[in-house]
C-alpha cells in the first residue's frame, strides 16, 4: 500500500486562496528514507529526500497522507542545496481537505533541487530481546541480542535507512492522537487558556503494535553474506542504533535483526531472600556487569526479555551442544557501567531458612499508675541457607526491622554484613557447591519509652 | 421614518453607506470595497481584524450600515477611525438595530470626500498557536531556533491577502480560508547558548531505584535565556509546543522530545523538559531516624521531641562525561543541619538545592544529618 504522495505544482499565482487550476508539474520519486525509530513513545523520525524541479517564482508543492498515521503538525521541508536562494513561505492546510498540506516555496533557482521532507509518524515501533545461553557450569554466558521492527504505519518503506533510539523522550501529545485530529492543530477553544505540561508528566508508550506478529522468518536477515553491522553511538541522552545498509519493511511486517554479541561473559548466581519482598522463597538473579571486564560495556543495554538456556555439554566437547530451558527475565534499560541483574524466578535448590531461636523482654518502664510504658526487646534469629546446586553460589539475605533505634550482634559465620538504611540489614554469602551455612544474630530492640 | 438600506454577503462583514439628510432623505452612496486588512494576533485571548474602507461621503450626515452574517463579532469592540480626516470627519453616533448582526454609524463630513477609515474589530473563533522547533548541535552547546505562527481560522470568513502579525517577528501577507490552517515562520535564530541540567528533587522521583521494574530517569532539560547577552531579549518569547532535534553528526537530527514552555519574560530562561537520562542514577536512604531531647508533660506524655534523620544519596554517572547535577531537598518543619558534606542554598523555608558535578564514570555521596524539632 503506499499511501504517501507528493504531487509537486506549478503556479505563477501570487498566493492566495488558489486552489483552483493547477499544473502537475512531476510527482517526484523518493530518493532515500532514513527512519528514527523511538521504542519509549509511539513515535517515528522520518526523514524522505526526494529530487523536485523548481521553478523561478513560487512553487507550490502538495503532500498528502491518507491513510498514514503522520503527524501533520511536524510536517517540514528544507532545501539539502541552494538553501539561500528557496525560502519556505508557508505550509497551508486547506480547508475542507484531510491529509493535505501545500507548501508555497519561493525559488530564484530554475533547476532540480534535493529537497528533505521531515515528519513524526505513529506505527512503527521496536523493542530489544536478547537470547543467552550458559556454560555447563554457569560460570560464562554467551549474550545476543536481537531488535525488532514492526511497521504498522500504513505506508510501505522501501529501502529505508533504518535508526533506532534507546532512551526516554518527553512527549506531550501522542503522535497518533495527531494524525487523527480533523484539522492539524485543532480548532480555536474560547475562551483560550495556555494549555500547561501534560498532567501526570511523561507519557508512557503504549505497546499498540506488539499484537501483530508477523515476523519474517530467520531467513531474512541470513540471506545477506553476512549478517548486519549495526554502528552505536551516544546523542544527548540517548543511544542511537544505526543499521547497516537499507531495509524495506512493508507496512504490517516486521523484522527482526541481530543487534550484538558477546561470549563468555564471567556471571554470578545470586540468590536472594528478603521476605518483605519476595515471601519465604529463594530467587535466582543472574548477575553480571555492562563493562569491559564482562566483554560488554561499549554501549549501553536497551531494555527487553532474555531467554536463558543452559548448555548441557562444554562448547570445547562440542559445537553445539544440547540446551536445556533455565527461564527468563525483563530487565530495563542498563548504562554502561551499570551492574545487571535477571531475575530468574524462585528456586528450591538453594533454601534460607531464618528461625526465630529466642524472644524476651526486659528493662521495664513503669507510670505512676503502675502501667508499662517502656521495655527492652531482644530476639535471637538462626539463619540457615543452604546450596544444594553442584556449582559455587552467592547468597544475598536482607533482614528488615520495624523499629527506629535497634542494635544488632552477629553470630557465626554470616559472610559480607551491612547496613543498607535505617531498618534494613544485608547479608551476602558465597556458598561452596553443596554446601551449608548456619549463623546467628540478636537483635536488641528498645519499645515504648525506652526508644526515646 | 427613516429608511435604511442595507447589503448583508454571507459570511463577510458589509458595510453599506448612505447620507441622510436631516429631512431622511437617503441616498445610496457606494458600497465600498475593502482595501486593506490586517489580523493582528498578538493577544493570545482575541484576534483583532482591521480593515480599510474608502467611504464617500457627502457633506453633512452620512449613515454607514455594517453588517455581518456566519461570523461572530464581538459588537462592543466594533471602531470605526476616520484616516485622512480625523478632525474632520467624526463619529456621531452608533445605533443598533434589532435582532440583526449589525450596527449604523452616523457620520459628519465637513465637506464632500472620499475618506480612508479603518474599521477595527475582535473575531472569534480565528486564532494563532505558537510552535518552536529547537535544534541543538551535536555537543549540545548551542541551538537554532525556529519560531511559527501558526493561524487556525474557523471563522466563517475567507481572508484574502490579509496582514498577518504578531508584536515581534515577521509580517505575512497570506490568504487563509475558512476553517483553513496555515503555518509560518515568523522568527528565527541561530547560534544561542544553551544549558543542559540535570535535576533530581528528592519529593518527585523513588528513592530507590533498584526496587522498581522501570528505570527511573533523572529530568534533564534545556535552558536558553532570553536576554540580549544570547541574541534574544528583545521580547517575550510566547507559550507553546516546543520540539527539540539534536544534529547527529551524519547530515541530519534524531528527535529529542518536545515541551510546552509558558511565556518566557525578557530576562528570563525558556525551559525546555526534553526528556530523562537513565545514565545518571540516585539511590536516596534515610540511614537514621531517632529521637532526641524528649520532653515530657506531667502526665509523662511526650510533648517536645528532636528526631536526629541522616539522609544518604549516592550519586552515580554512567555518562563518559561530566553531569551538571541539582539535587533538590526537602526537610519539614523546624530544621537545623548538624552536617552537610556538600554546599547548598536553601531555596525556601523546606527547600535546599545542590549543585553537583558528577565526574565522568563516577560518583559522588551527598549525606545530610540535621535534627527536626517536633511539638506535640
Known amino acids: 500500500m503506499k499511501t504517501l504522495r507528493i504531487i509537486f505544482l506549478l503556479s505563477l499565482l501570487a498566493p492566495g486562496l488558489v486552489r483552483a487550476k493547477v499544473d502537475l508539474v512531476t510527482l517526484p520519486k523518493r530518493d532515500k528514507v532514513q527512519l528514527t525509530i523511538y521504542n519509549s513513545a509511539d513515535l517515528t523520525l522520518v526523514r524522505d529526500n526526494r529530487s523536485l524541479t523548481m521553478r ?68 512503527l515501533s521496536w523493542r530489544a530481546f536478547y537470547m543467552g545461553t550458559l556454560s555447563p557450569d554457569e560460570q560464562k554466558m554467551r549474550l545476543q541480542g536481537y531488535v525488532r521492527v514492526n511497521n504498522n504505519s500504513g505506508e510501505d518503506y522501501e529501502n529505508a535507512q533504518v535508526r533506532l533510539i534507546v532512551g526516554k523522550v518527553n512527549i ?47 531467513a531474512a536477515p541470513m540471506m545477506a553474506p553476512a549478517p548486519k553491522e549495526i554502528a552505536k553511538e551516544g546523542l544527548s541522552e540517548y543511544f542511537l542504533y544505526t543499521i547497516e545498509g537499507t531495509e524495506t519493511i512493508p507496512d504490517k511486517w516486521s523484522k527482526r535483526l ?190 515504648g519509652q525506652r526508644e526515646d | 421614518m427613516k429608511t435604511r438600506y442595507r447589503w448583508t454577503a454571507l459570511m463577510v462583514p458589509a458595510l453599506l ?56 463579532i464581538d459588537i462592543d469592540s466594533i471602531r470605526l477611525t476616520p484616516l485622512d480626516h480625523p478632525g474632520e470627519v467624526t463619529l456621531l453616533n452608533v445605533s443598533y438595530p434589532p435582532n440583526e448582526a449589525a450596527l449604523v454609524w452616523e457620520l459628519s463630513s465637513t465637506a464632500a470626500r472620499e475618506e480612508r477609515v479603518r474599521i477595527s474589530y475582535l473575531l472569534r473563533d480565528i486564532d494563532r498557536l505558537i ?23 474557523f471563522s466563517g470568513e475567507d481572508f484574502t491577502d490579509a496582514a498577518i502579525m504578531l508584536d515581534y517577528g515577521d509580517t505575512f501577507r497570506q490568504s487563509v480560508g475558512n476553517e483553513g490552517t496555515r503555518q509560518m515562520l515568523f522568527f528565527t535564530k541561530d547560534g544561542l547558548a544553551l544549558k543542559k541540567v540535570w535535576e533530581f528533587d528528592a519529593s518527585a522521583l523513588p528513592w530507590d531505584p533498584e526496587q522498581l521494574d522501570e528505570n527511573v530517569g533523572i529530568p534533564v532539560r534545556y535552558e536558553i535565556a532570553n536576554t540580549a547577552a544570547n541574541k534574544l531579549g528583545a521580547d517575550a518569547l510566547w507559550a507553546g509546543k516546543v520540539r527539540v532535534f539534536q544534529e547527529d553528526g551524519h ?87 548538624d552536617e552537610c558534606n556538600m554546599p547548598y542554598t536553601r531555596k525556601d523555608a523546606g527547600t535546599l538545592e545542590f549543585e553537583i558535578t558528577l565526574p565522568p564514570n563516577g560518583k559522588k555521596e551527598l549525606v545530610m544529618q540535621y535534627h527536626r524539632r517536633n511539638i506535640r
Open chain 1, 172 to 218: 506531550i501529545d501522542q503522535i497518533a492522537e495527531l494524525a487523527s485530529r480533523s484539522y492539524p492543530y485543532g480548532r480555536p477553544q474560547p475562551p483560550y487558556r495556555f494549555e500547561g505540561r501534560a498532567a501526570g508528566g511523561l507519557y508512557k508508550a503504549k505497546n499498540a503494535f506488539i499484537a501483530m506478529d508477523m515476523e519474517f522468518a530467520e
Open chain 2, 17 to 72: 453607506l448612505w447620507s441622510s439628510t436631516a429631512q431622511a432623505r437617503i441616498k445610496l452612496v457606494a458600497l465600498p470595497e475593502r482595501e486593506a486588512i490586517s489580523i493582528r494576533l498578538d493577544n493570545p485571548a482575541a484576534t483583532l481584524i482591521e480593515e480599510e474602507r474608502v467611504l464617500t461621503l457627502q457633506a453633512g450626515v452620512n449613515s454607514v450600515d455594517f453588517s455581518w452574517n456566519g461570523v461572530s
Open chain 1, 258 to 447: 541481530p543487534s550484538f554479541e558477546a561470549d563468555d561473559i564471567p556471571v554470578v548466581n545470586l540468590y536472594k531472600y528478603e521476605e518483605e519482598r519476595y515471601g519465604n522463597q529463594v530467587i535466582h538473579f543472574l548477575s553480571y556487569k555492562n563493562d569491559k571486564e564482562h566483554n560488554l560495556g561499549d554501549t549501553p543495554i536497551p531494555g527487553g526479555m532474555l531467554k536463558v538456556f543452559r548448555a548441557l555439554t562444554d562448547k570445547a566437547q562440542e559445537d553445539t551442544p544440547a540446551l536445556s530451558y533455565a527461564g527468563e527475565s525483563s530487565f530495563m534499560y542498563i548504562p554502561v557501567g551499570q551492574d545487571i541483574e535477571l531475575n530468574l524466578g524462585a528456586v528450591e535448590n538453594i533454601t534460607v531458612e531464618a528461625k526465630l531461636m529466642d524472644y524476651k523482654t526486659d528493662d521495664y518502664l513503669f507510670n505512676h499508675k503502675g502501667n508499662i510504658t517502656g521495655w527492652n526487646e531482644t530476639l535471637t534469629y538462626q539463619v540457615e541457607v543452604k546450596n544444594t546446586r553442584g556449582i559455587p553460589v552467592k547468597v544475598e539475605i536482607k533482614r528488615n526491622f520495624d523499629a527506629r533505634r535497634w542494635e544488632i550482634d552477629n553470630q557465626g559465620d554470616c559472610g559480607t554484613y551491612e547496613k543498607v538504611d535505617a531498618d534494613t540489614v544485608k547479608y551476602t554469602l558465597e556458598m561452596p557447591a553443596a554446601s551449608t551455612r548456619v549463623f546467628s544474630y540478636t537483635i536488641d530492640i528498645p519499645r
Open chain 1, 56 to 123: 523561478n517564482g513560487i512553487n507550490r508543492l502538495e503532500f498528502s497522507w491518507a491513510n498514514t498515521l503522520i503527524d501533520p503538525t511536524s510536517l517540514e521541508i528544507m532545501p539539502k542545496a541552494q538553501s539561500d536562494r528557496l525560502t519556505v513561505e508557508s505550509l497551508d492546510y486547506p480547508p475542507r481537505t484531510k491529509n493535505l498540506g501545500i507548501w508555497s516555496i519561493r525559488s530564484d533557482v530554475g533547476d532540480e533541487v534535493p529537497m528533505e521532507i521531515t515528519y513524526l509518524t505513529s506505527g
Open chain 2, 251 to 337: 547530515g541530519g537530527t534524531i528527535f529529542l522530545g518536545e515541551d510546552n514552555i509558558p511565556v518566557v519574560p525578557v530576562g528570563d530562561e525558556m525551559k525546555v523538559y526534553i526528556g530523562d537520562s537513565r545514565d545518571i542514577v540516585v539511590t536516596q536512604r534515610k540511614m537514621k531516624e531517632e529521637r532526641a531531647n524528649i520532653r515530657r508533660n506531667k502526665k509523662g506524655e511526650v510533648v517536645l521531641y528532636d528526631t536526629d534523620e541522616v539522609i544518604r544519596a549516592e550519586l552515580e554517572n554512567f555518562k563518559d562525561t561530566p553531569a551538571a547535577l541539582t539535587v533538590i531537598q526537602h526537610i519539614r518543619g523546624q530544621w537545623d543541619m
Open chain 2, 131 to 153: 510552535t518552536y522547533t529547537l535544534t541543538a548541535n551535536k555537543e549540545e552547546t548551542e541551538l537554532a531556533m525556529n519560531s511559527y505562527l501558526v493561524l487556525r481560522n
